[in-house]
Structure formats: structure tokens, C-alpha cells
């Protein structure tokens, strides 16, 4: 599924059954047909090891019984990284007792594990884990795809079953919305002043500015957030 028409069919989708089920086939289409999808902190759920996943039922109750819900450090790391990681890359920096629930989900078939810490402006975080039963999908080349895509799940999961918010609706300048448009389709702050006829540190200037009105802290999140919202169309 192109990710235009992804944002396209999640943000008509008035079911958060068919977001996650649209979630989900996207990341099929990558190779990649494991996900769960949890609350981290500062809400309501944060007691539950998911929310949503089509993790085995069997790792998931080995997962519970083990204490992981506590101790797992992708989980952990979700809460402190704002964007996607490998689990390899990871594994890699742990000490040696912490990697044990690694061994133990690949056994599972829960492989080639990527990482995706999401954070809203409340100090609310998110967390989701994608993962393949198979392996050999090669995590890294799908890095950025699926963090856009776990974004835009995100946002649509949430606006249809978190009560909206009370803070009104964010207004872009023009030039904001042109810089977001040049963004969305991988330009970078150089390139848009170059195309816009103005300085590198302008538009990284107004990209400032995007993010706070947005409440977020990178190109993906802004132009997701953007599209979702309506505030740009591509």
C-alpha cells in the first residue's frame, strides 16, 4: 500500500478496528506481519502489556507470566526515544542478562524487531513493536517508511477512540505549509531554500515554528500530523 493512500483510507476510517487492520497490511506489504501497539505512560491503559498486536498468544502469555511488562528494555526505550530503532541495534548496547527476552521472542517467532517511541504534547507515550514471524526482512532499509506509517496509525487510532482536544486547531502560514509540502516529499532544509528563495536557516526557522504549533519534533511527524489534520494535501 502507498503511503499516500494509506493516510487517505486511516484518516476516512471511521472503526479504530479498520485503522489497526489497514496498519497491519501496510506493514505486511513490508515483510513485516507482527505488531503490537501499547500505552507507556500518562494513560489510562498503561497497565496492559498491549492494546492492540497480533503478537503469538503464546509469547504474549510468556511475555505477562516473565514480568517483561517491567523489564523489557525496547520497551523502555520506547519511552525515552522519539522515533524508530532496531532492536539489534540495540541488543548491541545491553548487557548480556537484558538480551535473554530477545533469544526468547525470536524462538517465538517475534523476529527482525524494530522499535517506535511515539509522544504527545500531554507527556503522554506510546509504544510500537513490529516485528516479522518469519525473519529475514532486512529492518533497516523499512526504518523510516514504518515510522510514517506508525505515526499516521497513531493519529488515527487516537482520534477515534481518545476524546478530542480542547485546544484549538493549529493555523499555518502559507510559507509554513509550503515548507511542509517540499518536506513531505523528502527535500531537504537546503533544498527547500533553495526552491523557496530563502536562506537554509529560514526555513529551519519555520520549521521551528511548525513544530511547536504542531506539538512535535520531526519532518515525519509534522507532515503526518499535517495531513491528518487537513492542514496540507499531497
Known amino acids: 500500500m502507498r503511503v499516500d493512500d494509506f493516510i487517505h483510507a486511516t484518516n476516512e476510517a471511521s472503526d479504530a478496528v479498520v485503522v489497526a487492520n489497514l496498519f497491519g497490511s501496510a506493514l505486511a506489504d513490508l515483510g513485516f506481519d507482527r505488531f503490537l501497539y501499547c500505552a507507556l505512560r500518562n494513560h489510562a491503559h498503561c497497565e496492559k502489556a498491549a492494546l492492540i498486536r497480533n503478537y503469538p498468544d503464546d509469547w504474549m502469555a510468556h511475555y505477562v507470566e516473565r514480568g517483561y511488562v517491567e523489564t523489557d ?46 509522544h504527545g504534547p500531554l507527556g503522554e507515550s506510546m509504544g510500537v513493536g513490529v516485528a516479522s514471524s518469519v525473519g529475514g526482512t532486512d529492518p533497516g532499509r523499512h526504518l523510516q517508511m514504518i515510522h510514517l506509517l506508525a505515526v499516521q496509525f497513531n493519529q488515527a487510532y487516537g482520534a477515534l477512540t481518545l476524546p478530542a482536544a480542547s485546544r484549538p486547531e493549529p493555523r499555518l502560514t502559507p510559507r509554513e505549509r509550503e515548507i511542509l509540502l517540499w518536506a513531505a516529499r523528502g527535500k531537504s532544509s537546503w533544498a527547500i531554500g533553495e526552491i523557496l528563495r530563502i536562506s537554509e536557516n529560514s526555513v529551519e526557522w519555520h520549521l521551528k515554528n511548525i513544530f511547536r504549533k504542531l506539538d512535535c519534533d520531526s519532518r515525519i511527524t509534522a507532515v503526518v500530523k499535517s495531513l491528518h489534520r487537513g492542514l496540507i494535501s499531497i
Open 73 to 118: 528494555a525496547a520497551r523502555r526505550q520506547c519511552m525515552v526515544e522519539r522515533g524508530p530503532f532496531l532492536w539489534s541495534s540495540l541488543i548491541a548496547r545491553l548487557p548480556r542478562r537484558e538480551t535473554r527476552i530477545f533469544d526468547e521472542a525470536r524462538a517465538a517467532g517475534v523476529r527482525d524487531g524494530i522499535g517506535i517511541g511515539l
